[in-house]
């Protein structure tokens, strides 16, 4: 695909978005009855599930942290969530460790793992379909998982891409457009006090496009935080309704 065909001549994108505008998300809590917390979310096209166990007894004595909780985060792509790439890919793959890596690194200084020294929690994240943002909605599915299994963290993390294209910045990068060399810019935010916890850049960007393309994705963010915060909020409030005897 040419970098020509990503904007069209009336500024949309090849999926009809403008340029500053997300794919459309929908998630919901609690969608495992045997996992401790779970969620399941959509980012256009991008499907994945999370599953969060724990905190629960270290399997392995060599990952046992005596002051905290390990954290442990595994990710698998269903053989059928890429469907012009049949091949299945193990949990070993090189990419999905590398993904895996960084949601781990994104959630070791938010959840409060010295609540539960000598434990552990595992993270499982799959994703069912692929069309870019892999690394973006792992994050934010693995959010809603913690949030459902009610444990401790600082505050919510969500995570979005941008990426520069021409002279357009583009939020909320889908497949085509990562497969078109676009320049990605990955951010992790802390929504309410507007920290980052992950600043992840897959291709090089120019000095001068780094800060709106930064901006821009942690507008992203916080646009993300209120349609998870919404959800959690809402998902309380049905089970109120629900365990009321009124």
């Known amino acids: 695909m040419s970098r020509q065909e990503l904007i069209g001549p009336q500024g949309l994108r090849q999926d009809g978005r403008r340029a500053n505008e997300l794919r459309k998300i929908k998630c919901k809590p609690s ?32 990952q046992l942290i005596h002051n905290k909780a390990n954290i442990n985060v595994e990710i698998s792509l269903a053989p059928f969530s890429m469907p012009q790439e049949r091949k299945k890919r193990s949990k070993s793959d090189r990419r999905l460790l590398e993904i895996a890596s960084a949601v781990k690194q994104t959630f070791e200084p938010i959840i409060m793992t010295s609540l539960f020294a000598r434990s552990q929690i595992d993270i499982y994240l799959q994703i069912l379909q692929f069309d870019g943002g892999t690394i973006q909605i792992c994050i934010n599915a693995a959010t809603l998982a913690l949030i459902d299994a009610g444990i401790p963290m600082q505050e919510y993390v969500c995570a979005c891409s941008a990426g520069c294209h021409e002279n357009h910045t583009l939020l909320d990068l889908n497949n085509a457009e990562e497969m078109a060399d676009t320049p990605e810019l990955t ?39 209120q349609t998870l915060d919404e959800t959690v909020r809402e998902y309380v409030k049905d089970l109120f309704q629900k365990s009321s005897p009124y």
Do not use: F, W
Request: glycine letters at 8%.
């Open 31 to 62: 969608v495992l009855s045997q996992a401790d917390g779970s969620a399941y979310i959509e980012q256009g096209n991008t499907k994945c599930l999370a599953a969060v166990y724990g905190p629960r007894e270290t399997r392995q004595k060599a």
């Open 187 to 225: 951010v992790a935010l802390l929504p309410m006090s507007g920290k980052l916890t992950l600043l992840q850049m897959d291709s090089r960007l120019h000095v001068d496009k780094l800060e709106p393309v930064m901006n821009l994705a942690a507008l992203g963010c916080k646009e993300i935080y």
